[in-house]
């Protein structure tokens, strides 16, 4: 059920609870419109295509980020911002977007079992990965072209970061340098690579990367060409925009050609990007090569100097291989739900992978985290650190750096909040053993 549904449903029992009260009969008040704003039959969900009929319907939204009550505030606030189409890149899955609601309904699965009596006044959120300090364990994972959300795209993600002691990760295809996004950092950032077909070209990203100070390349490993999304496609066909001026160069063909990666699209693409700058795109394809291999991970491995992470591990036996490779940490991630029509929920790979990888190196996950309580289920499960994406750029797109920042306290507010429930007075303290799974 996604929340505007939630929301309607909670309006109507709210409603009529009222209709139920003698005073509100006696005085008249359940006829004419009243009445009618209880509405008859089942509350339906509506297509993606719904929010753009509501963009009016603005009273509801916020206008600020003191006014958010919790991180999904700011998606309505971020469709009212955004032309259709950028918000529709943002929001969308593959096909009928099931992954997309498999990962965040895979948290809802999960109970906490709270501790009682136990003194819980002094909360330390802190993890250490790869030797760093970091205040929380909350990761800002890799969103590309931020700029296309607000102005100051990946640099006011950064900013905001530096205020709340944040580790953030940058795509490959972000629309702000690895130096300018270390800048405003005031410290280290992370590189999220798209190897590209061409060797050259890949192996350029990460001695830049290298240079300008990046702890960690995270070779993305789960995005194949074709991923069919619909979500996109159909905001695209409702954006009456003219958008050649910023998208001439980027793609050949229509949506689905460009998704599907027409001649020389990417490279077009490629080439407005910062990462990208000063290098031979001649004969790059594709974001990510067909071919990729275990191969290719050790040649990369025998190249980068610093840590290497691989995100889209989903399985023990990948999980396995990878610390046989020599990788220095995993994140489980299925691209958002972005890549692949799975229906498999991250949280429910998460188990295995830590399994197979038996504490030898660290493990991240992200997808569908929306709540505190999500990243504690992650904890306990025996992540790391636990990323999220598309709630930053959302408060991104809505308030620029602080709604970011926002965001970011507002998951921070619930983590603590969920950990002195539970009797957890430090991240170490979370353990399987404060968490069970629901059976359906």
């Known amino acids: ?77 971020a ?45 330390d959120m802190s993890v250490n990965l790869f030797g760093t300090k970091w205040n929380t364990p909350i990761v800002l994972s ?32 972000a629309t702000s340098s690895i130096e300018d996004a270390i800048a405003a950092r005031g410290g280290p950032v992370w590189q999220q690579l798209y190897p590209t077909n061409v060797w050259e070209v890949g192996r350029a990203i990460v001695k830049r990367a290298e240079a ?24 695209e066909r409702v954006d009456k925009r003219e958008c050649s001026a910023c998208h001439q160069s980027a793609y050949t063909g229509d949506a689905r050609g460009r998704a599907r990666g027409g001649s020389g699209g990417f490279a077009l693409y490629a080439a407005r990007k910062p990462m990208f700058d000063g290098l031979d795109l001649s004969k790059v394809t594709a974001a990510q090569p067909a071919n990729l291999s275990w191969d290719f991970v050790k040649r990369l491995r025998d190249t980068v100097t610093v840590k290497l992470l691989l995100k889209g591990i989903v399985t023990r036996e990948d999980a396995q291989l990878a610390v046989e490779h020599g990788v220095d940490g995993l994140i489980v991630s299925n691209h958002g739900g972005r890549s692949e029509e799975t229906l498999r929920p991250t949280i429910d790979s998460l188990p295995e992978v830590i399994e197979a990888a038996a504490g030898r190196i660290p493990v991240i996950v992200d997808g569908g985290v929306r709540r505190g309580t999500d990243i504690f289920k992650a904890l306990a499960l025996g992540a790391s650190a636990v990323g999220m994406g598309r709630p930053y750029a959302w408060g991104l797109a809505a308030f620029g750096q602080p709604g970011v920042e926002a965001v970011l306290e507002i998951l921070r507010r619930e983590l603590k909040t969920i950990m002195r429930q539970a009797g957890t007075i430090s991240v170490d303290k979370i353990s399987r053993s404060y968490v069970v799974t629901r059976t359906l």
Not at 149 to 163: D, M, N, T
């Open 1 to 77: 059920m996604n929340r505007e549904t939630e929301v309607i449903k909670s309006r109507r029992r709210f409603l009529q609870m009222l209709s139920a009260s003698p005073l509100f009969a006696s005085h008249g008040l359940l006829g004419g419109s009243f009445a009618n704003l209880l509405g008859t039959g089942e509350v339906t969900e509506k297509k993606f295509l719904g929010w753009l009929d509501s963009l009016q319907q603005s009273d509801e939204v916020i206008s600020s980020p003191e006014q958010a009550i919790d991180v999904m505030d700011f998606e309505p606030a």
């Open 212 to 235: 300008a100070g990046a702890p960690a390349i995270v070779l993305t490993v789960d995005l194949q060409e074709g991923s069919n999304r619909e979500t996109l496609f159909r905001a």
């Open 142 to 173: 890799p969103v590309s072209g931020q700029k296309a959300f607000h102005p100051e795209g990946e640099i006011a993600v950064a900013r905001a970061a530096r205020a709340k002691g944040h580790l953030m990760m940058l795509s490959t295809v």
């Open 79 to 123: 469709r009212r911002a955004l032309p259709p189409a950028h918000f529709g890149y943002l929001a969308t899955g593959v096909d009928d977007d099931g992954t997309v609601r498999a990962n965040r309904e895979g948290y809802s699965r999960i109970q906490i079992r709270a501790r009682r009596l136990i003194n819980v006044e002094d909360i």
